[in-house]
């Protein structure tokens, strides 16, 4: 948007009736929308909704504190793949009464034999549990082994997957920007190098499909982010915009300058902080090695 300034040039954006000035200043945000709905779209029609391919094992979706399960050390995302002298088969008709020895207070000592997750590379774990002990705490679900794309048929379902991909993506967003205003204290910015791990970490796991749907993430945070009535931001003009169309006049050029600049700086030194916190972060991680 052009510098504000006294001209009277009907051509110039801010002299023009504010729903176009409106128009202009929300720009960049329908902007970012729109990227984020095209990248879902791509990633559905084209690449494929990932659809879960069943492998042998359980997967463990859950654990409660303070629980058994918790206490033998098994996480989130662990297959377990073998029970005692038993192979966990891929049926799941046949898996889960395999499982149920897990809680069979009745039964012997069991060997857990289970695969974990790690950067890069699967770990081979191994989990001894007592006589009569049981397995509690934990949630288990048809093991996975990967996920196979499944292209949609026509447009319109094409249409329908997207926007129903795009509002859970926007919930999802919209959620993390209210717990961080509710409470700030536990918020997590990430600056550069963590978003380009996170990026990292989700071409290995998601493929094609993962980077579209983090590429419509980042474009949702950038637009809800330049929504907030910040001055600086594009909500903030709006906010302007709105307080000078009900005053009928203008805000002083120079406190509005001065507030922006402020607020710019403020930003600016927020950014530069996170970012020099992860290159700590990251160089320590390299001088461990």
Do not use: C, H
């Not at 918020?187 to 989700?202: E, H, N, Y």
């Amino acid at each position: 948007m052009p510098s504000r300034n006294d001209s009277k040039d009907p051509n110039l954006a801010f002299n023009r009736p504010w729903p176009q000035q409106l128009a202009v200043i929300s720009g960049g945000v329908f902007a970012n929308i729109l990227s984020a709905w095209s990248a879902i779209l791509i990633a559905v029609a084209l690449v494929g909704v990932p659809s879960p391919v069943a492998g042998p094992g359980i997967s463990v979706t859950a654990v409660e504190k303070n629980s058994p399960a918790e206490a033998y050390g098994f996480k989130i995302g662990d297959v377990i793949t073998r029970i005692g002298d038993q192979a966990v088969p891929s049926d799941v008709r046949e898996a889960f009464p395999v499982a149920r020895q897990l809680k069979d207070p009745s039964r012997g000592r069991l060997d857990i034999q289970l695969t974990r997750k790690s950067p890069g590379k699967k770990v081979e774990k191994k989990v001894s549990v007592p006589v009569y002990t049981p397995v509690s705490g934990m949630r288990l679900a048809p093991g996975v082994i990967g996920s196979k794309g499944v292209r949609v048929a026509t447009t319109q379902e094409a249409i329908s997957k997207t926007n129903s991909e795009f509002i859970r993506l926007l919930g999802f967003v919209g959620g993390q920007f209210q717990s961080a205003v509710r409470t700030p204290q536990s918020a997590r910015l990430a600056g550069p190098v963590s978003i380009a791990q996170a990026g990292t970490g989700v071409v290995d796991e998601g493929g094609t499909y993962g980077l579209l749907l983090f590429s419509a993430l980042l474009n949702l945070n950038l637009a809800i982010l330049n929504a907030l009535p910040i001055p600086g931001l594009d909500g903030g003009q709006a906010v302007l915009l709105m307080v000078e169309t009900a005053a009928g006049r203008r805000v002083n050029k120079g406190v509005v300058n001065g507030v922006t600049l402020a607020f710019q700086i403020g930003l600016l030194g927020l950014t530069l902080s996170i970012f020099g916190g992860e290159l700590e972060g990251l160089f320590e991680g390299l001088l461990k090695k």
